[in-house]
């Protein structure tokens, strides 16, 4: 073993019997306790744990690289932007009035807000969504465990499958959230260090913030040198599709099932505010390194002058980094103009380019922020630090959509449609069962991805932005939104969406990719559409059908309001009559 | 809270919201997309950066979580200008 793979191991094994440890202290066994932590956590921690479980492998392994490597640089903002930008909406629209209502899960709000029609599309849309979303973590635990214990890609992932089967199944959410408050911890230090360690190496600066800077000039330099757009504009890239993927990621972020669930786990209204404002302070740490760390990461590899650079090095005298990840297929060279020196042209790339092509390199993004600390020349143990704080975002994520995928079934399916007299305990045996399932389809994906990481998780979020944001914040906002209106928005907006992915990205093997057919727009960044069709058809629906209940809309006048009011109370209690809420002829 | 209270109440928070996200939009999608090559040659050098640049990648994510903090300290004081101190505690199964 080198000393990478010691100090990896050593840092693995080390976190991972924190969390099993912390959540094997607090493991719980009614369904209120496996669903929503009792209710009882402070904000801070409540915000450490949200910012865990958001935070995944698309954040800690993907961003950084997407940013610096998928495209000149720029265009990876909407990135950066949008996946923090939606906790705006999130904390402003959502999760006050969410946690006033009271509910366990999304369907819960939507099929009592709306009718069970609407419910049932939910409960599918939040299954759909949330194993798009775990593939993405599988697929990134996958390449952390290949890398640093030397197994190859599928054998990474079963390990990473057995693993948060095992302490998704083990914890529910009480363990789960001061499991993540622990992972938060981790994965944020893990971050950081080399961040603050390379920002002084290269640029004398201390603040990765601040070094960051120089170094965007001197890329813009090198990339022109190279044939490439400057990598502080857009350039060639399409500020539509900038717009648009920005757009899908905000909404998706403020309607993902699992980052919703989490605010019920606040005590009250002002703790769900105050949990969206710390969530979002510890996101933005990672956040606004993440795009150093990009920066710093390709100008190490592309200066001609780096001393672990690839830029003119001869083929046969690759660094020992290029090398390891070169062993599990991450990174690869053809030496299209056969004068033995890597050559990173824009001009020097073959005919047919793959994904990730640089002149005549190829790079997975999802390598860059694990390969950092080695091509900066940083210590093995801050190496083995940074895959511990890969797995550790990966791990919170899954386990955090797992319990939605969980809740939905045992909850949303099982308890409501199949069994409504099933004990507390068939119902968590019902989850823990779905978890199985999902793990299992995850793993097939986290496998045989269909793309990087992090454009695995935009979809996730295009899925998320077109189904869940527009209703849950019409259902506030605009009392008049009925049950049809919500129903009928819901399934054009997230049909539309689902189907544009399904028909364009290429789900496993070698089928052949379609393009893409609505006005060239790239799967990532079709939710923003979905989100507008489900906007616009809900509204005009909602128009033209019976309007909510009076009592309906009294209960929603009650949900803007903080504090205990006697209609929200009573509907909590179950002591609100379904036809009386709801109309003649519900269900 | 009376009814009029509560339009009240309501009518401040949707305000204050609202302008929240005009920010919000404007340094997002304003600053940090649309205008963000114009802003890149106005002011090259910021703090290091082009300014377009710096807000897409730095100044969107910082200002984020300034609207935050805004929105929850108003509502705070929101809330104890309309009397309500008391906050519900429960979370229920349907």
């Known amino acids: 073993m080198s000393d990478i793979q010691v100090w990896t191991l050593v840092f693995v094994v080390l976190t991972f019997s924190l969390y099993i440890y912390i959540a094997y202290r607090s493991r719980v066994k009614d369904t209120k ?215 899908a990621l905000m909404a998706g972020t403020a309607g993902l099932p699992h980052v919703i669930v989490r605010f019920y786990t606040a005590k009250n209204v002002r703790a769900a505010r105050y949990s969206a404002l710390w969530a979002l302070f510890f996101i933005s740490l990672l956040y606004v390194s993440a795009p150093a760390i990009g920066a710093f990461s390709k100008f190490n590899i592309i200066n001609p002058d780096s001393a672990e650079g690839l830029n003119g090095v001869a083929v046969d005298a690759t660094p020992d980094w290029y090398n390891n990840w070169a062993d599990v297929g991450l990174i690869s060279v053809t030496d299209v103009n056969e004068n033995g020196v890597i050559d990173l042209a824009a001009s020097a790339a073959p005919a047919e380019p793959a994904a990730g092509q640089f002149g005549e390199l190829v790079i997975n993004n999802d390598i860059v922020v694990l390969a950092t600390p080695e091509i900066a020349g940083l210590p093995a143990p801050v190496v083995g630090l940074v895959a511990a704080g890969g797995l550790a975002a990966a791990l919170s994520t899954a386990s955090g959509l797992l319990l939605a995928i969980s809740s939905a079934v045992a909850n949303d399916v099982y308890y409501k449609k199949i069994n409504p007299r099933a004990t507390e305990q068939r119902q968590v045996l019902a989850g823990r069962i779905a978890i199985a399932g999902a793990i299992l389809v995850a793993g097939y994906f986290g496998i045989n991805p269909p793309a990087f990481v992090a454009q695995v998780v935009a979809i996730a979020f295009g899925l998320a932005a077109s189904a869940l944001f527009p209703i849950i914040v019409l259902g506030i906002f605009w009392k008049k939104t009925t049950a049809i209106g919500a129903a009928s928005g819901l399934l054009a907006g997230f049909g539309f969406t689902f189907i544009y992915v399904i028909t364009t990205v290429r789900l496993a093997g070698d089928a052949p990719l379609t393009d893409p057919w609505f006005f060239d727009i790239p799967a990532t960044a079709i939710g923003a559409v979905g989100l507008f069709i489900n906007f616009v058809v809900t509204i005009v629906v909602s128009l033209f059908t019976p309007k909510p209940t009076p009592l309906m809309q009294e209960l929603i006048e009650e949900v803007r309001y903080p504090g205990k009011t006697r209609l929200v109370e009573a509907h909590l209690a179950g002591k609100v009559d379904d036809e009386k809420l709801h109309g003649e002829g519900h269900h | 809270m009376d009814d009029a209270a509560r339009k009240a109440y309501w009518r401040s928070n949707v305000r204050m919201v609202i302008g929240l996200l005009v920010i919000w939009a404007i340094v997002s999608y304003g600053a940090g997309i649309l205008f963000a090559d114009a802003l890149n040659e106005a002011v090259p050098d910021f703090l290091g950066f082009p300014l377009g640049f710096w807000f897409a990648q730095q100044g969107s994510i910082i200002t984020f979580v300034v609207l935050i903090a805004i929105y929850v300290f108003y509502m705070d004081r929101l809330d104890k200008k309309y009397g309500i101190t008391e906050y519900e505690e429960e979370v229920r199964h349907s």
Not at chain 1, 91 to 111: E, N, Q, S
Not at chain 1, 132 to 144: F, L, R
């Open chain 1, 33 to 247: 306790g496996f669903y929503v932590a009792g209710g009882g956590v402070p904000a801070p921690a409540n915000g450490a744990a949200i910012a865990a479980d958001w935070m995944s492998a698309a954040s800690f392994i993907s961003l950084a690289g997407i940013v610096a490597f998928a495209t000149n640089g720029y265009f990876g903002s909407a990135y950066l932007m949008g996946w923090t930008g939606g906790y705006v909406l999130l904390a402003l629209l959502l999760a006050p009035y969410l946690r006033k209502f009271g509910k366990y899960t999304v369907p819960d709000f939507v099929g009592d807000r709306y009718n069970e029609t609407a419910r049932l599309i939910a409960v599918v849309a939040v299954i759909l969504i949330s194993i798009t979303y775990v593939a993405g973590q599988m697929a990134g635990v996958g390449i952390v465990f290949s890398r640093f214990l030397g197994v190859n890609l599928e054998w990474g992932v079963l390990i990473g499958m057995v693993i948060v089967f095992f302490y998704a199944v083990l914890g529910g959410m009480k363990g789960i959230t001061w499991t993540q408050v622990a992972q938060y911890t981790v994965l944020i230090i893990a971050y950081l260090i080399p961040a603050f360690a390379i920002s002084s190496t290269l640029t004398g600066k201390v603040v990765p913030q601040i070094g960051f800077g120089e170094v965007v000039s001197k890329l813009d330099q090198i990339q022109a040198d190279l044939g490439f757009d400057a990598y502080s504009g857009i350039g060639s890239q399409s500020l539509r599709d900038m717009f648009l993927l920005t757009v």
